[in-house]
């Protein structure tokens, strides 16, 4: 259903796919950013963005799960964060590795912004992910 490729003459990636090639016909959703606020709508994490990742990884759990659909099943991400800071985006990027999401390994692309929607906020990452045969939505 979903084949993951790294080319070969480029630099392997480190612990992602150069591209996921899905069949045609498959169900594919695309989901809204996932953010780091609770279910009232407040934020978690404020000024800490290894916390906030952990939240928008659980909110794109939640996304995932209400289509029917799993962080296996994730075939493309781009993960936002509001640093300049390298170190900054590879501690975001571990907690990223540690989810699950590149367990297939997903392709992703990694992005330090100048500032995302909500005061405070520090990561958002959107998704694209395989809805399988047979699940809801």
Do not use: K
Not at 3 to 11: G, H, Q
Not at 16 to 31: E, I, K, P
Not at 55 to 71: H, P, Y
Request: aromatic share 4%; glycine share 10%.
């Amino acid at each position: 259903m979903i084949r993951r490729v790294s080319a070969t003459a480029l630099f392997p990636p480190p612990a992602y796919s150069h591209a996921s090639v899905v069949a045609a016909g498959t169900r594919l959703a695309f989901l809204a950013g996932a953010v780091p606020l609770d279910a009232r709508g407040e934020l978690v994490g404020a000024g800490d963005p290894v916390r906030q990742a952990r939240q928008v990884l659980a909110n794109l759990q939640e996304q995932l799960r209400a289509v029917g659909s799993d962080m296996g099943h994730v075939v493309a991400t781009d993960v936002y964060v509001v640093s300049a800071d390298t170190a900054v985006l590879s501690a975001v990027w571990e907690v990223v590795e540690a989810s699950g999401l590149s367990a297939g390994p997903h392709s992703s692309t990694l992005v330090g912004v100048a500032c995302l929607g909500y005061s405070g906020q520090l990561v958002e990452i959107t998704a694209t992910a395989v809805v399988p045969e047979g699940a809801g939505a």
